[in-house]
């Protein structure tokens, strides 16, 4: 169970960068995570009160401190993007995000078995292919970390990393509090970065039915994941939902006519094949 709810929660990830990438190209990259995570955080007002979970203030600590490091980890991604390649940025990004929790969960005594953790291996290697885009050779050889945006992607690499381990750290009972605590802390932050830039509080017309969509997917996408890992390994569960970006490469390629490198193609059967590894254990 903790698979499917690992794999719905990339496919959320995924349709919510595609559609947040999207819309950044009309509107300030902070003014759509602002009024996304608005809309998000309406839904899920909406439906707590009809979600079994014991509150405490546990629970909105450890939610609050992982919307923290999320919030962080994507305004240094959006910061890398800008200012780097793809094909360094994400690469570095995406596996971070997925090692991270994997080294954790380890440490902390969780041991996948042998099928498993092959399958995580490979699963790793298709963040990379799946997080490649056209331009990675010419990347590779201007990389410096100056202005690459490679320290950038370090970071974001580990805020992620760390929302995945600090939402998996909620108590079990606690239901939807974790999500309403991470929302607090983003909101809040992404506020204070909306003031700093100036941006504009309020999107351009038009922009209204997709910032709906990119708030209920961000919040499925977290809400999968925090029920995958009180089903499953965080081990696990954070390599097959860090292969997020096989969807918003399929969703550039079909929508948006993006053509798929080599590399990408080969990601996804890796990752495939991986998930597939994973769930035989």
Same mark, same amino acid.
């Given at each position: 169970?903790?698979?499917?709810?690992? *794999?719905? @929660?990339? !496919?959320?990830?995924?349709?919510?960068?595609?559609?947040?990438?999207?819309?950044?190209?009309?509107?300030?990259?902070?003014?759509?995570? *602002?009024? @996304?995570? !608005?809309?998000?955080?309406?839904?899920?007002?909406?439906?707590l009160p009809f979600w079994d979970g014991s509150f405490s203030w546990e629970a909105l600590q450890w939610g609050a401190a992982a919307g923290l490091a999320g919030m962080t980890g994507a305004a240094l991604l959006y910061r890398g993007l800008a200012i780097g390649?793809?094909?360094?940025?994400?690469p570095i990004t995406a596996v971070l995000a997925a090692a991270i929790p994997l080294a954790f969960a380890l440490a902390v005594g969780e041991r996948p078995g042998l099928t498993a953790l092959i399958g995580v291996v490979v699963g790793l290697i298709a963040v990379v292919l799946v997080s490649s885009s056209a331009d990675a050779a010419a990347a590779k050889t201007s990389a410096r970390f100056g202005g690459s945006g490679v320290a950038e992607a370090l970071g974001a690499g580990v805020g992620f990393g760390l929302f995945f381990i600090l939402l998996e750290r909620t108590p079990h009972?606690?239901?939807l509090w974790p999500l309403a605590g991470a929302r607090v802390s983003m909101i809040a932050l992404v506020v204070l970065l909306?003031?700093?830039?100036?941006?504009?509080?309020?999107?351009?017309?038009?922009?209204?039915?997709?910032?709906?969509?990119?708030?209920?997917?961000?919040?499925?996408?977290?809400?999968?994941?925090?029920l995958a890992t009180r089903t499953g390994l965080l081990s696990l569960v954070a390599v097959i939902t860090s292969l997020y970006p096989a969807a918003t490469v399929a969703l550039a390629r079909v929508v948006l006519d993006e053509r798929m490198v080599k590399q990408q193609l080969v990601g996804v059967v890796c990752a495939a094949f991986s998930v597939a590894l994973i769930a035989l254990r």
């Amino acid at each position: 169970m903790e698979i499917v709810l690992a *794999l719905g @929660s990339a !496919l959320a990830y995924g349709i919510s960068d595609f559609t947040g990438g999207v819309l950044s190209k009309r509107a300030h990259v902070f003014t759509v995570i *602002l009024v @996304s995570q !608005l809309v998000s955080s309406a839904f899920l007002l909406i439906a707590l009160p009809f979600w079994d979970g014991s509150f405490s203030w546990e629970a909105l600590q450890w939610g609050a401190a992982a919307g923290l490091a999320g919030m962080t980890g994507a305004a240094l991604l959006y910061r890398g993007l800008a200012i780097g390649r793809m094909g360094v940025v994400a690469p570095i990004t995406a596996v971070l995000a997925a090692a991270i929790p994997l080294a954790f969960a380890l440490a902390v005594g969780e041991r996948p078995g042998l099928t498993a953790l092959i399958g995580v291996v490979v699963g790793l290697i298709a963040v990379v292919l799946v997080s490649s885009s056209a331009d990675a050779a010419a990347a590779k050889t201007s990389a410096r970390f100056g202005g690459s945006g490679v320290a950038e992607a370090l970071g974001a690499g580990v805020g992620f990393g760390l929302f995945f381990i600090l939402l998996e750290r909620t108590p079990h009972e606690s239901g939807l509090w974790p999500l309403a605590g991470a929302r607090v802390s983003m909101i809040a932050l992404v506020v204070l970065l909306v003031a700093i830039a100036r941006a504009p509080a309020r999107p351009p017309a038009g922009m209204g039915g997709t910032l709906v969509l990119l708030g209920v997917t961000n919040l499925g996408a977290d809400l999968l994941f925090l029920l995958a890992t009180r089903t499953g390994l965080l081990s696990l569960v954070a390599v097959i939902t860090s292969l997020y970006p096989a969807a918003t490469v399929a969703l550039a390629r079909v929508v948006l006519d993006e053509r798929m490198v080599k590399q990408q193609l080969v990601g996804v059967v890796c990752a495939a094949f991986s998930v597939a590894l994973i769930a035989l254990r």
